[in-house]
């Protein structure tokens, strides 16, 4: 059974940090990238991050790059999206997606969510001002 378990949301305030794991089994993840979109209210699917375990690429959206850093543990299958200097506009529901172009596609807008093989469940992270 595929699985992507996501966790680690929360409410924190604005500037400070919060780190999402993102645990995949079920499948060869060597084969994927394993990455996070999120999704605000009334607004569609943000790529945010995606690492590739085979080879460590990465690709981060400019939105965030500089205050969130993916990090990968390729014993446990684990990806990990450190958050920091959080702001409001972060607030999303967090999703955990696996990337069958390895991150190469991931920002690709045409590509885009469509283009995931799994999902995970997701968490929901929300920055009070």
């Known amino acids: 059974e595929v699985q992507l378990q996501a966790s680690g949301g929360g409410l924190v305030q604005a500037g400070g940090s919060l780190r999402l794991p993102c645990a995949a089994s079920?499948?060869?993840?060597?084969?994927?990238?394993l990455g996070w979109f999120r999704q605000a209210p009334g607004k569609g699917h943000e790529a945010v991050s995606c690492?590739?375990?085979?080879?460590?690429?990465?690709a981060t959206a400019d939105s965030v790059k500089g205050r969130f850093t993916i990090s990968s543990d390729n014993t446990k299958n684990t990806v990990y999206l450190e958050m920091n200097s959080l702001k409001p506009e972060d607030t999303a529901f967090y999703y955990c997606?696996?990337?069958?172009?390895?991150?190469?596609?991931?920002?690709?807008?045409?590509?885009?969510?469509?283009?995931?093989?799994?999902w995970g469940k997701g968490t929901q992270v929300t920055v009070s001002s």
């Open positions: 997606a696996a990337d069958p172009s390895r991150c190469r596609l991931f920002l690709d807008p045409v590509v885009a969510s469509g283009g995931m093989d799994y």
């Open positions: 690492i590739s375990l085979r080879d460590g690429n990465t």
């Open positions: 079920g499948f060869t993840v060597a084969d994927y990238g």
